[in-house]
């Protein structure tokens, strides 16, 4: 017996007029849909009248509703997933399954549709020829810092998702960490009160008083060339890291103290007392 399909249905991200015919084609013919919450995808179904056995599958549901799901595959049932908005397996329910999926060489055939990420970044304004997409920042503050160090470096357009009640303190996060860059909140992508607040981060900042609805944010890329960046990230590292960093490229202590000098901005006597007895 052939197994069946993994379908990954994409769903609107507002705008019900987003389906897709072949969203909706599948959905029909499917023999079960997964879903990440089953009232909202009922909600949906019900609206294009289409009747089909929900099973839910959300990002606690325990590994025994995977392999559930995967024998229904094996044994040659077609399988729908949609989470509650947008693309599935994107800052949503579907990775896991996917590749559980792949394992048990179950073909996957996705359902192109709305994605909130591609939206915004094609109404921002801002490259598109590279960028990089980060989801949800991590809630821990170390984490999150961290994350935003290195994603500083990155030579592409920015892309992350967050929650209205934490908008304000990511952008003050990334003003610290960035520093002054163009960004774009798109905001409510394909629904009434969908607008795109465009300016530098720190402008932005005063424009989002009491944020409301749902915001991709996108970041312009670094500005800094690779030797910028290099010197940038030497420069957060501590004096002693600084100075064996050109040690090991075989520099003379006099030319490092002198580079480090030029690196941090500061006069290079100050460097020379520092290293004065370091070797
Ligand atoms: N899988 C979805 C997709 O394809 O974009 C994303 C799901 S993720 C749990 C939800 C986040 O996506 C929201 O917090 C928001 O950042 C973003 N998002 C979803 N719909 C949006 C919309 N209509 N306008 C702006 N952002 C949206």
Redesign the pocket.
Known sequence: MDKGILFLV?TP???LGDITIRALKTLKEVDYIVAEDTRQTLKLLNHFEISKPLLSYHRHSSESKEIEIIQLLIKGKNIAIV??????????PGEKLVKRAIENNIKIEPIPG???????LIASGLDTDKFAFY??LPQNNKNRKEILEQIKQENKTLI?????HKIKETLIDLSDILGSRKIVL??????IH?EYIRGNIDDVIKNVENPK?????IIEKSSLNKKEKEIELLNNKTLEEHYEYYKNKGIEKKEIIKKIAKDRNVQRNEIYKYFLNYN
Do not use: Q
């Open positions: 994409a991200i507002g705008n989470s509650d908005a947008g693309t599935p397996a994107i800052s949503d709305a994605c909130a990420l591609i939206n915004a989801g949800f992350l998702y967050e929650a209205p798109a905001r409510e992508i394909t629904k969908e609805g749902e915001y991709v944010i």
